[in-house]
């Protein structure tokens, strides 16, 4: 074996000289342009642990929040209104003095009619549940007593009779949604002086709409009506002056349209 000296030791190893290292600091300053700035800025963050905190996730969870809360609002709405039209079938299931317009109460049928006529009597007030585009046949027939109508936006049709008979009425407000006026819709409804539905989108007026309103002194139609029925002005003799048949009803709303 042979021996090894110092010597060759310090030749083959070199060995740094202890009171000349250069000891870098923990929190040396790391100035603007240096490698570590620039290695700091380059290096991607990891991890994504911060994602629950931002601005965007917040945003997000608010909003799937509100999209599950309208989903919920119109199902709940939806088995509402159907509960309260089953409800509503039964004509005791009213409160008093009060007609409630839905989906349902179609009351075209003689038995129907029957029964609610006496009811009817009573009626001062009409209440229309929402999402109902039609107002059933005879809904609110023969309530004499009732004086102010105001009909929602939304309904797009009066349907036969819906008014028929309701002898104090006086004020109809209606929907620009309107289309269109059924048979008889507001026939005999005797206190009835002014109609205005230039507003409306009405395009017909069905056979004897207004038949028999001898109040009826003043009647704004638009310029969307291009069908009118037999007798819809019928007996509505203080509508036009004398030398005008209100049987000619292309007649009555030429007058009409030019006095308006």
Known sequence: MSNITSGDLSNTIEVPDLNNLEVIDDEEQVHEGSELDSAAVDTPASGGGDFMHTDDFRRLFVGFLM???????????????????????KFENEPFGEIIVHGGNDLSGEANYVARKERMKQVTKVVFLLNITKVRDRACAFASILVVVDIP????????????????????????????????????????????????????????????CRGLREMKVPDSLQKLGYGVFGECSNLVPSDISWWDHKAVVAYLRSIQ
């Not at 919920?72 to 309260?84: F, G, N, P, Y």
């Open 67 to 89: 999209v599950d809360t309208l989903i919920a609002m119109r199902w709940l709405d939806r088995k509402w209104h159907k509960v309260v039209e089953k409800k509503l079938a």
């Open 153 to 212: 936006e939304g309904i797009t049709i009066i349907g036969w009779q819906s008014f028929a008979g309701c002898s104090c009425l006086k004020e109809i407000k209606f929907p620009k949604s309107l289309t269109k006026l059924g048979t008889g819709s507001f026939c005999y409804c005797s206190s009835l002086e002014q109609v205005d539905l230039i507003h409306t989108n009405v395009q017909e007026l069905d056979t004897d709409a207004f038949r028999n």
